[in-house]
């Protein structure tokens, strides 16, 4: 079986009166190439009214966003037109590429109403040949993912990217990458063969996991050695998970706010091209 390298706790970062944890990066922790950085909001409970998710109109370029919504809802808007507002059990996936601006706010019915939100945004590097690629947003809704189930219904797997078990991800991405959400019932059991090159992102959302034989807590992500293929895991009790892996670009990362880059000076770049107006207009 792989060998844990680490298992890295969340650390708890609140943006506003938004509850938020983040296992990557840290001082432990800078990435799982490709996987650069993960926020994990919530499990909170919003009142009526309420002022929603804080996250007004900003800038990307060089990276991509996957947002998992459990609970509550999002509501999505870019300068190149876009515009959603997905939610529960719904997932977003933005590419930033050569830049946009977005906004990434709750519904008018949720700051209204209120209720129950956890939101998890995880960060994908671009590959060098595809920093600039043309920006692009797909957000769908639960029912529009395809889903599949193991050992006899006490495994859920919502596949979002790439393949498993002959089901093929409801995304399109920009690189080669697996990645799925995965819902276990106490008992619940799955086994998985990666490449030793490739490297695996194991996020625990709720509950606790043994993975490969090493109880794990809820809020933690496991680091892997690229040393062996075969993952098991076991649910001790219901549990959300989010699991990947992709093979490392090896690259040089330079990130900096909103913009992930290969050099400084495409840092530099990006914030001149926002500042002239490249990234397109905001309409509020």
């Known amino acids: 079986m792989k060998t844990i390298k680490r298992i890295h706790k969340a650390e708890y970062r609140p943006i ?3 509850v938020t944890y983040c ?7 800078q990435q799982i190439d490709p996987f650069i950085f993960l926020n994990h909001h919530g499990f909170q409970t919003y009142p009526a009214p309420n002022q929603g998710l804080p996250f007004g109109p900003h800038p990307h370029r060089g990276m991509e966003t996957v947002t998992f919504i459990l609970k509550g809802d999002i509501m999505h808007k870019d300068s190149s037109g876009h515009e959603s507002v997905i939610g529960p059990g719904g997932v977003q996936y933005m590419t930033a590429g050569s830049g946009l601006i977005h906004a990434e706010v709750s519904s008018d019915e949720f700051k209204r109403d209120g209720g129950d939100l956890e939101i998890l945004q ?3 590097n671009l590959p060098a040949a595809k920093k600039m690629t043309e920006p692009s947003y797909v957000g769908l809704q639960k029912d529009g993912i395809p889903t599949f189930e193991l050992d006899k219904g006490k495994v859920k797997i919502q596949q979002l990217f790439g393949e498993w078990d ?3 991800g409801a995304f399109e991405g920009n690189f080669p990458i697996t990645l799925s959400t995965v819902y276990l019932k106490q008992g619940g059991t799955f086994e998985r063969k990666i490449p030793a090159d490739q490297n695996v992102f194991c996020y625990l959302v709720r509950g606790v996991l043994k993975v490969n034989g090493t109880e794990v807590m809820f809020r933690n992500l496991v680091e892997f050695a690229n040393d062996d293929e075969k993952i098991e895991i076991e649910a001790l009790e219901v549990s959300v998970l989010i699991f990947g892996h992709a093979a490392p670009f090896n690259e040089p ?3 900096q706010g909103p913009f992930v880059m290969n050099t400084q000076e495409q840092i530099q770049e990006a914030y001149q091209d926002y500042r002239d107006g490249k990234f397109g207009s905001w309409d509020h």
């Open 16 to 18: 506003a009166d938004l």
């Open 23 to 29: 296992p990557m990066p840290t001082q432990s922790l």
């Open 122 to 124: 995880l960060w994908l």
């Open 166 to 168: 002959g089901v093929k």
């Open 253 to 255: 990362m330079v990130a």
